[in-house]
């Protein structure tokens, strides 16, 4: 089987090392070469034709992000940053890489070693079958909707992965202030979800912000699940539709688990809801969004042209969950449609 040839991007020569050694440790993968800089890395793109590269945000002569945003129009390929806790993260997926880590700040060599076991390794193979093509912006020709939503005890569902948090923003931009509560799983590593909430907020009509438990689910508000080790749910509290987050167990490996939250809205919500899944490497939120659907609720898919991994979207569709398949532009303009029928 050929292995994943992988180019680390590293200013630090530990870290670089660590990484390098981390991940030729994985029999599916090969690093092929380093490079300390952002004009190391072009040249070892164009002589080793990498499948994968990591790239520290932070590097001398030019940064992660400048570097990806002049990179990708001519060699096009799947970037995985490597990130202190900041809001850069989010300009380089911006930019064009498909995922993020957050970089172990303090840790000790074998807690570095542990990192790239359990986290990096997953991370190169998912992006190793990426499609960086998706993420070329696709311009929304029509206005997204005209109807209008009259009911507005109904709840919206999103549960995304790898290539989400784009596609998140794509579809909340689209939302106006009219939209029914809105609720989301979107995978992510702790603290990174609040700033991500920060800055969909600033650029969407619609609010948003992390979730905690006792946030009543209202007209023209997004929350977003938090990072870490608890699950999202929706209880029905008075009347209201509110979330608790509850620490648990990885369900279908990650927590919080976008099945969870959607198993929830199944139970409590019923038919008053749209479920929608997007792109992601998996299954997670295939088995939620067919109890949504068996419930009487309306349910979109995203579509494998527009997906960065069609992974979690296709599995919902081959198991019957998804009631309509969508590009990315057209799915905020069908959940409109959907929500002025209810």
Not at 31 to 46: G, M, Y
Not at 85 to 106: M, Q, Y
Not at 285 to 298: D, N, S
Not at 333 to 338: A, E, F, G
Request: hydrophobic share 45%.
């Amino acid at each position: 089987m050929r292995r994943i040839r992988v180019l680390v991007v590293e200013d630090s020569l530990l870290f670089r090392e660590i990484l390098v050694r981390g991940l030729s440790a994985d029999p599916e993968i090969e690093v092929v070469a380093t490079a300390k800089d952002p004009f190391e890395a072009r040249d070892a793109i164009i002589a080793h034709r990498p499948d994968v590269m990591t790239l520290d945000v932070e590097l001398p002569k030019m940064n992660g992000i400048e570097f990806l945003r002049k990179l990708m129009p001519q060699h096009p390929l799947p970037v995985i940053v490597i990130s202190s806790l900041s809001s850069k993260v989010f300009d380089a997926l911006n930019a064009g890489a498909v995922d993020f880590v957050a970089k172990p700040v303090g840790a000790s060599g074998i807690q570095i070693e542990d990192f790239v076991k359990n986290e990096l390794i997953e991370k190169v193979k998912v992006a190793s079958v990426a499609k960086v093509s998706a993420k070329k912006k696709t311009v929304i020709q029509s206005p997204v909707h005209n109807e209008k939503v009259a009911n507005k005890n109904l709840v919206v569902a999103i549960g995304a992965s790898t290539g989400g948090t784009e596609a998140i923003a794509t579809v909340l931009k689209e939302f106006d202030t009219d939209i029914p509560g809105v609720v989301i799983v979107q995978h992510m590593p702790p603290k990174f979800t609040e700033m991500y909430a920060q800055r969909l907020d600033n650029m969407c009509k619609v609010r948003v912000k992390e979730a905690k438990t006792g946030d009543v689910v209202l007209p023209g508000q997004v929350l977003i699940a938090p990072g870490g080790d608890a699950h999202m749910q929706l209880v029905k509290v008075n009347g209201n539709f509110q979330v608790v987050i509850k620490k648990g167990p990885k369900v279908n490996g990650h927590c919080p688990s976008v099945d969870v939250l959607f198993q929830s809205v199944a139970e409590v919500v019923k038919n008053n809801a749209v479920g929608i899944i997007l792109t992601g490497m998996g299954g997670d939120g295939a088995k939620g969004l067919l109890e949504m659907k068996k419930a009487g609720a309306r349910t979109i898919g995203q579509d494998e042209s527009t997906c960065i991994v069609y992974g979690m979207p296709k599995v919902a569709y081959e198991i019957g969950a998804v009631e309509y398949q969508e590009k990315l532009p057209e799915i905020a303009k069908r959940t409109y449609s959907l929500l002025s029928k209810m």
